[in-house]
């Protein structure tokens, strides 16, 4: 799975590379006004990024108001952000 998402990344360009990659730092969550903070991208840049995310299905677009939740499609996280372990306790 995890070598499959790396050839789709492949596909995508230097600026879908980089929403997705501040997606995965947000741990698969970020607003929409977060992306046009990135360099080189202005809010018309950002949502026409989205659109094209969002129509290869690589994200999820929730409409909150004037404000749109961006989610990393459920068949990305897992290969794209490390579950870290539950943390054991010792007994006591």
Same mark, same amino acid.
């Given at each position: 799975l995890k070598e499959?998402?790396?050839?789709?990344?492949?596909?995508l360009t230097s600026e879908e !590379?980089?929403?997705?990659?501040l997606l995965v730092e947000k741990q698969? !969550?970020?607003y929409q006004h977060? $992306?046009? !903070?990135?360099p080189g991208l202005?809010? $018309? !840049?950002?949502?026409?990024?989205v659109?094209? $995310?969002q129509d290869r299905k690589l994200?999820?677009?929730h409409?909150?108001?004037k404000a749109r939740l961006l989610e990393l499609s459920p068949a990305l996280l897992p290969s794209l952000i490390p579950v870290s372990p539950p943390q054991v306790k010792p007994p006591a």
């Open positions: 499959n998402t790396q050839l789709l990344l492949s596909f !590379k980089a929403c997705v990659q698969g !969550k970020a977060e $992306l046009a !903070k990135l202005s809010r $018309l !840049k950002a949502h026409r990024l659109q094209r $995310l994200i999820v677009v409409e909150m108001g």
